[in-house]
């Protein structure tokens, strides 16, 4: 069984015990998130997809760490001028483990 859940603006196809990074989600490792922003949920042929979401279906995962992404550097510079920006940026992840499907 897999679905497709909406966390962070993205949306992630996941199944049972995969682990998936997203956006950061408050709590501690150890913790058990619930996504109720189901869009399709899927088994073989049965599929199920949402208008916009599948009503009643919910996907459940444990939280493994929080973590950040790496350093991403945007660096502006214009010819002749002496004039250079930089500016660096790690994104705030989290690791989540699905641990259960739920479909209506």
């Known amino acids: 069984m897999y679905a ?3 966390t962070g603006g993205k949306q992630y196809r996941v199944a049972k015990d995969d682990i998936v990074t997203i956006e950061r989600i408050s709590g501690d490792a150890g913790a058990t998130i619930e996504f109720s922003e189901v869009l399709l949920v899927g088994s073989g042929a049965d599929v199920k997809v949402g208008t916009p979401v599948v009503s009643g279906a919910k996907v459940t995962a ?3 760490e929080q ?3 790496p350093k991403l550097i945007a ?3 214009r ?3 002496n004039s250079r920006r930089k500016k660096g940026h790690r994104q705030d992840l989290s690791t989540v483990r699905i641990t259960n499907i ?3």
């Open 4 to 6: 497709v859940i909406k």
């Open 79 to 81: 010819r002749r001028k």
């Open 102 to 104: 739920t479909g209506a």
């Open 75 to 77: 660096f502006k510079k």
């Open 67 to 69: 973590t950040r992404g």
């Open 62 to 64: 444990e939280l493994v």
